[in-house]
């Protein structure tokens, strides 16, 4: 029986690592996971000797503030590798982490996959060679990933990306858009939670005082309790909080998005709906990134259609001001609206066809048995 250790550091992670384990438990039925997850990776099957959630943070002052908590994570998670011994190691995204879990991992003579590399390719590239060192393959989901890993001289391998089957297109495209619906996306972390809820509600607030007809309705994180985001909302502006259950049925209903950037950005892309693109970090964080990023946009959608088809509003720009202006833009010509989504049909062909899962699991299972 193998026994393989999920190493998943954020939510996002957690549900592609969960579409991973699926795929191998139906080709291996006896194989057995432990590690470090959410909600999803549990329903998946694993073991979760470690939450997710005590580490789901962003920004270089924000993972400063975690550090002291991250470290003793890391000291017990040695001790229950070199208890364990799984065959293997598979990282999931969430670089500040699990490069060191990595690390400890080699150190145990235990092979390490990374499944959803880290954005080295966007600033920090110099970690290419951490990869080089520690990493025996990395199963890619980014169409422009596999020519940059190649070029440094890492094993590579481009599966697709695991949204294209979680988000099942040929099903949404039955659903049609609820009419003045805007769909609200503000995280799944504390911190950029309570730095863009209130931007979102005045702007909520910014499109109502116009007179438009509109519904707000927001889609929480599963750890995201809905008094939590009660509480940063405007008490005046109507809102409804969508069950994450439904959480892409919910997104095709919007006319078009408010929502953090990360993951969600691109889930929204695949269902079809227009999306403005809002982050703030502390201070710091921004000072630092402005500095070492290498790509001119933060959104994956925009990335990878190379141009920004997508807005985004960061730091000074995430005002409540500027996200009404956005969506009243899009709301007054709807044309605009109708041109965002005929190009997302694009975005879903680059993205790959269905089966990423179940062909990063065919790839991760043959790399294990040849030991490369």
């Known amino acids: 029986m193998k026994n393989i250790w999920i190493n998943a550091g954020e939510l996002s992670g957690d549900m592609q690592a969960a579409a991973l384990l699926t795929a191998l438990r139906e080709r291996e039925p006896d194989i057995a996971a432990v590690g470090m997850g959410g909600p999803h990776l549990a329903l998946a099957g694993q073991k979760n000797l470690f939450r997710v959630e005590s580490l789901s943070v962003m920004g270089i002052a924000e993972v400063f503030t975690a550090l002291p908590r991250a470290l003793r994570m890391l000291g017990e998670i040695k001790r229950e590798l070199a208890r364990l011994r799984p065959d293997a190691v598979v990282l999931v995204d969430a670089p500040e982490f699990n490069f060191r879990v990595a690390k400890i991992a080699h150190g145990l003579g235990i092979p390490v996959y990374y499944f959803i590399p880290p954005k080295i390719w966007a600033w920090r590239t110099g970690r290419v060679r951490f990869l080089q060192q520690y990493v025996k393959r990395l199963f890619c989901i980014l169409p422009f990933?596999?020519?940059?890993?190649?070029?440094?001289?890492?094993?590579?391998?481009?599966?697709?990306?695991p949204l294209v089957d979680m988000v099942n297109w040929p099903e949404l495209s039955k659903l049609s858009p609820v009419p003045g619906r805007i769909g609200l996306m503000p995280g799944s972390r504390r911190k950029e939670v309570e730095a863009l809820l209130p931007a979102f509600g005045k702007a909520a607030r910014i499109l109502l005082d116009q007179g438009r007809d509109l519904s707000f309705h927001c889609l929480r994180a599963p750890n995201m309790p809905e008094e939590k985001l009660r509480a940063l909302w405007p008490a005046d502006v109507p809102v409804t909080f969508d069950a994450p259950e439904n959480r892409y049925a919910a997104m095709r209903s919007c006319m078009c998005m408010l929502a953090a950037s990360g993951t969600a950005t691109l889930e929204t892309a695949l269902a079809g709906v227009p999306t403005v693109v809002s982050y703030r970090v502390a201070p710091l964080s921004a000072l630092v990134g402005r500095w070492l990023i290498k790509v001119k946009w933060v959104s994956l959608t925009n990335l990878i259609m190379g141009r920004e088809l997508f807005p985004e509003l960061l730091q000074e720009h995430a005002t409540g001001e500027a996200m009404a202006a956005q969506l009243a833009a899009w709301l007054d010509?709807?044309?605009?609206?109708?041109?965002?989504?005929?190009?997302?049909?694009?975005?879903?062909?680059?993205?790959?066809?269905?089966?990423?899962?179940?062909?990063?699991?065919?790839?991760?299972?043959?790399?294990?048995?040849?030991?490369?």
């Open 333 to 372: 010509v709807p044309a605009q609206l109708e041109g965002v989504r005929s190009r997302l049909d694009e975005l879903r062909r680059r993205c790959g066809e269905p089966g990423s899962a179940a062909r990063a699991a065919e790839n991760l299972l043959e790399a294990m048995k040849k030991n490369e």
């Open 145 to 161: 990933e596999p020519a940059f890993y190649a070029k440094h001289g890492v094993a590579v391998d481009y599966v697709g990306n």
